[in-house]
């Protein structure tokens, strides 16, 4: 079960959506089946992260599911991807707030583990930051957030350092970066709640 899970997640990984597709039906009945919620919770971000592109409200569903069950059952390893994911699938459809609680959770999990994978959900706000015209925080994480893991994970880490290059011209850019580069993962964790907290308080003065 868990190598079938795994060889979703690859596929999609690769771009190769189709044959992901196909290997992920039925995935989710088969991890219910075991009665094992650590199976059913992974087998639920392979499909979550197969399904985003075709069908995000779905992707989305199976996501926020599967971060219940790992929460529910203290995985917080599983919990991390899982939000992970869902932030960056919120990120994309407009669902800025709830993507910085997902990022804030993953960033939290991964920084008290001690895991270099802290890079990915970091990787993503930097991507977010961009989007949302916050440049150079943006430049500062993706300083400390880039790497061939987190590059191969987030591929629109690249596009978003290209344009901020562009809006910030490289000399900038440069500092910004390298700044980030030689924080410590703990300096770089609560520069990112800070960041987070920033731009939440910016958003909802707007809306209201």
């Not at 596929?11 to 089946?33: F, Q, R, Y």
């Not at 992260?49 to 069908?55: F, H, I």
């Not at 910004?176 to 580069?181: M, S, Y």
């Given at each position: 079960m868990r190598?079938?899970?795994w060889l979703v997640f690859a596929?999609?990984?690769?771009?190769?959506?189709?044959?992901?597709?196909?290997?992920?039906?039925?995935?989710?009945?088969?991890?219910?089946?075991t009665g094992n919620p650590h199976l059913l919770a992974f087998a639920l971000a392979a499909y979550g992260?197969?399904?985003?592109?075709?069908?995000p409200i779905g992707a989305l569903n199976a996501l926020g599911?599967?971060?219940?069950?790992?929460q529910d059952n203290g995985n917080r390893a599983q919990a991390s991807?899982?939000?992970e994911l869902q932030a960056r699938l919120e990120a994309e459809q407009g669902g800025t707030v709830s993507a910085f609680d997902h990022l804030t959770l993953a960033i939290h999990n991964y920084h008290h583990a001690g895991s270099a994978?802290?890079?990915i959900p970091l990787a993503v706000l930097a991507v977010l930051f961009d989007r949302l015209g916050r440049y150079e925080p943006a430049a500062t994480i993706a300083g400390f957030a880039l790497s061939r893991l987190s590059a191969a994970a987030v591929p629109k880490i690249t596009t978003a350092i290209t344009h901020l290059r562009d809006v910030l011209g490289d000399q900038t850019y440069e500092s910004?970066?390298?700044?980030?580069?030689t924080m410590t993962t703990a300096a770089m964790a609560t520069y990112a709640y800070d960041q987070i907290d920033q731009a939440r308080a910016e958003l909802n003065a707007v809306s209201k």
């Open positions: 190598r079938r899970s596929l999609s990984l690769a771009g190769c959506g189709g044959e992901a597709m196909d290997s992920a039906d039925g995935l989710i009945e088969a991890a219910e089946a992260s197969t399904l985003r592109d075709a069908d599911r599967g971060l219940v069950i790992a991807i899982l939000a994978t802290i890079r910004l970066a390298r700044k980030g580069e």
